[in-house]
T-cell receptor
Framework: DSGVTQTPKHLITATGQRVTLRCSPRSGDLSVYWYQQSLDQGLQFLIQYYNGEERAKGNILERFSAQQFPDLHSELNLSSLELGDSALYFC???????????????FGPGTRLTVL | AQTVTQSQPEMSVQEAETVTLSCTYDTSESDYYLFWYKQPPSRQMILVIR??????QNATENRFSVNFQKAAKSFSLKISDSQLGDAAMYFC????????????????FGKGTKLSVKP
């Protein structure tokens, strides 16, 4: 158990819908990273938050957005869902901002999103 | 931009034998970090081993060791005395070190190698 929690474990929804994925980082970790794992794209970085602020952006679609709350949990919002958004979404956390040092990332168990 | 390549989509090893998974990467940065992650059928991403690019000594964690060749931009993982529990997807990952000019601290993953262990 990495100490990172993600809810829900599974999510099944229809095209055009909106969903919210939730992540709670390890106690003491200030950074949250979101990654998408799909069969065709592999594991891709979406976005990072550090202590409530957006720190880095990767291949995140405009239909996707995220935020980190004062208690440091993070939510990833996916809207106007398409079939191709079906994937495993991971959250990872680390102590630092990623600007210095090893800053190991610990992964949550993931949320499996299926868009029908 | 940095890229990570794992050229072996699938590998197989006999229990108790040794197997080596390959990884190459492309970067213009001089300092960075490299990782191997294991993803068993449970889908959990588990860190297996890490290597700081400024360290010449290859990292070792119990039965897992790496062969880090900085000039060749190669980072292979050796699993000794393979066990049934080692069966999983293995991902090689790269992370910049922003202190030395890298852009950000996220991980860049290869496509993965699926390792099967035969009893």
């Amino acid at each position: 158990d990495s100490g990172v929690t993600q809810t829900p474990k599974h999510l099944i929804t229809a095209t055009g819908q909106r969903v919210t994925l939730r992540c709670s980082p390890r106690s003491g970790d200030l950074s949250v990273y979101w990654y998408q794992q799909s069969l065709d794209q592999g594991l891709q970085f979406l976005i990072q938050y550090y202590n409530g602020e957006e720190r880095a952006k990767g291949n995140i679609l405009e239909r996707f957005s995220a935020q980190q709350f004062p208690d440091l949990h993070s939510e990833l919002n996916l809207s106007s869902l398409e079939l191709g958004d079906s994937a495993l979404y991971f959250c990872a956390s680390s102590v630092g901002s990623g600007l210095a040092g090893l800053n190991e990332q610990f992964f949550g168990p993931g949320t499996r999103l299926t868009v029908l | 931009a940095q890229t990570v390549t794992q050229s072996q989509p699938e590998m197989s090893v006999q229990e108790a034998e040794t197997v080596t998974l390959s990884c190459t990467y492309d970067t213009s940065e001089s300092d960075y970090y490299l990782f191997w992650y294991k993803q068993p059928p449970s889908r959990q991403m588990i860190l297996v081993i890490r290597q700081e690019a400024y360290k010449q000594q290859n990292a070792t964690e119990n039965r897992f060791s790496v062969n880090f060749q900085k000039a060749a931009k190669s980072f292979s993982l050796k699993i000794s005395d393979s066990q049934l529990g080692d069966a999983a997807m293995y991902f090689c990952a790269y992370r910049s070190d922003p202190v030395y000019g890298g852009s950000q601290g996220n991980l860049i993953f290869g496509k993965g190698t699926k390792l099967s262990v035969k009893p």
